[in-house]
């Protein structure tokens, strides 16, 4: 009983502090951590070595309190919200090994819902619990939610745990979202966002427009004019080895926010000119997946330095084997002549990193996948290998379509940059390059 009570305590006090009230008497603000670090405290104190076995045993003893018979079932995993100072917001979540135990679980919860339901006590709160408490069972999952009074509840099609939101008596807006990103991102995108629309006498809508080969400040100095504008915005931002502008307009409606982006959107297009790789697209791989779909062409990469990072970024995307053909990646030098037929001369007289060599993988890739475009990177990633004659960073990108071979080279920035960083944009080059095959333009312009 003394374990319980002093548990008990450090819960009131914690409890108390995380409602604002000063335990101490003195009416000033808490630091939550400090608080916690104290209740804890105080049970390691009170509780001696034994403390953890002990709190374990509390802890059953409690859940067992709220929830009859739960201590008897084997869980697999289990979360618990319970406020002592709040009871009209409670969650359980259990995991358990068969349906057997789910069904005991479910009644479990049940019997609590009932009991709050029926608490004649607190007739307020015993009403929420009627109307509000539910009990679900998904696969091997039980879940008890109650969430707060006149809450909106956010539905989460990739779990178990709901969402919800509410405005406080101030006028506040509070969203409540599960953490695990698979489960916030859509349940923000699907119900929060339209949750949120409700309260707005105005809609925002924005577009991206997305470069390769300029950089943030180049960009912003031919769009300075544009940035000046308040509505709709013009603003640049950086990305790994690439920049965006976005495009954001603020009307009363969707369509009119967005025909207010379209005529900036095309003035952007028109200044950036053939180094603006698309609009609102998510990454160059989807954009050139996209393309080459509709285009009907295949395409075969052989990598060294990257070491199948541009295939990695190509089969990331979905669809892509309908136009991704192979991907080799060839470090060694007898795996370049034996795999692609790089002529043995030409790595013994310009080496693994050449312009000729580059070509002569791409040529080979194409020759012996049967590819309508093939890819070659070659090049010293870091963070050593390099020499003054060919420094870390400088790679080698070529693309054949089995006839004309083009070969771009990369060179190093004059700062020191991590072997990802140079990988990385390595295959953005390379995609790049296929890009602006695909559309006519030139493959490689500086």
Not at 33 to 47: H, M, P, S, W
Request: aromatic letters at 6%; charged letters at 25%.
């Amino acid at each position: 009983m003394k374990k319980l009570c002093v548990f008990c305590m450090a819960l009131l006090m914690l409890a108390m502090t995380a409602c604002g009230k000063d335990t101490s008497g003195g009416g000033q603000s808490v630091d939550l951590r400090a608080a916690y670090e104290a209740a804890i405290a105080q049970v390691n104190e009170e509780l001696g070595d034994n403390a953890p076995a002990l709190l374990e045993e509390t802890a059953v003893e409690l859940l067992n309190g709220y929830y009859p018979g739960i201590a008897d079932i084997q869980l697999k995993q289990s979360v618990f919200f319970l406020s002592p100072t709040a009871t009209s917001c409670e969650v359980a979540m259990v995991e358990v090994a068969d349906s057997a135990d789910a069904a005991k679980v479910r009644d479990i919860f049940q019997t609590r819902v009932d009991t709050m339901a029926n608490d004649t006590m607190y007739p307020d709160e015993a009403a929420m619990w009627k109307n509000s408490a539910t009990v679900s069972v998904n696969g091997s999952y039980v879940v008890l939610e109650v969430l707060p009074e006149g809450c909106t509840a956010l539905k989460n099609d990739n779990g178990t745990a709901p969402g919800c939101a509410f405005r406080t008596d101030k006028g506040k807006i509070v969203i409540m979202l599960p953490g695990p990103p698979s489960e916030l991102t859509p349940m923000l995108h699907n119900y929060a966002v339209p949750y949120l629309e409700k309260f707005q006498s105005a809609v925002i809508a924005s577009h991206s427009v997305h470069v390769y080969g300029r950089g943030e400040a180049p960009v912003a100095q031919m769009i300075e004019d544009l940035m000046e504008q308040s509505n709709p915005t013009v603003a640049p931002y950086a990305k790994e080895g690439e920049m965006f502008v976005r495009v954001t307009a603020k009307a009363a409606t969707k369509e009119e926010a967005d025909a207010m982006c379209v005529p900036v959107v095309e003035e952007l297009k028109k200044r950036i000119g053939n180094f603006v790789y698309g609009v609102d697209v998510e990454t160059l791989e989807e954009l050139v997946v996209s393309e080459l779909k509709k285009a009907g062409k295949k395409l075969a990469t052989a990598e060294s330095c990257t070491g199948g990072m541009l295939a990695k970024r190509i089969t990331d995307i979905p669809g892509s084997s309908a136009v991704f053909e192979t991907g080799c990646v060839t470090y060694a030098n007898c795996v370049k002549e034996r795999l692609l037929g790089v002529p043995h001369e030409t790595l013994v007289t310009y080496g693994a990193v050449s312009e000729q060599t580059a070509r002569a993988m791409a040529e080979g890739i194409v020759r012996e996948s049967g590819a309508d475009i093939g890819v070659g990177i070659t090049g010293i990633a870091g963070p050593d290998g390099g020499t003054e004659e060919k420094p870390v960073g400088l790679v080698y990108i070529a693309l054949s379509d089995g006839k004309n071979t083009w070969v771009a080279k990369r060179q190093p920035m004059g700062r020191l940059k991590s072997r990802e960083w140079h990988r990385h944009c390595a295959a953005s080059k390379a995609l790049d390059m296929v890009r602006r095959y695909l559309a006519g333009l030139p493959v490689d312009e500086a």
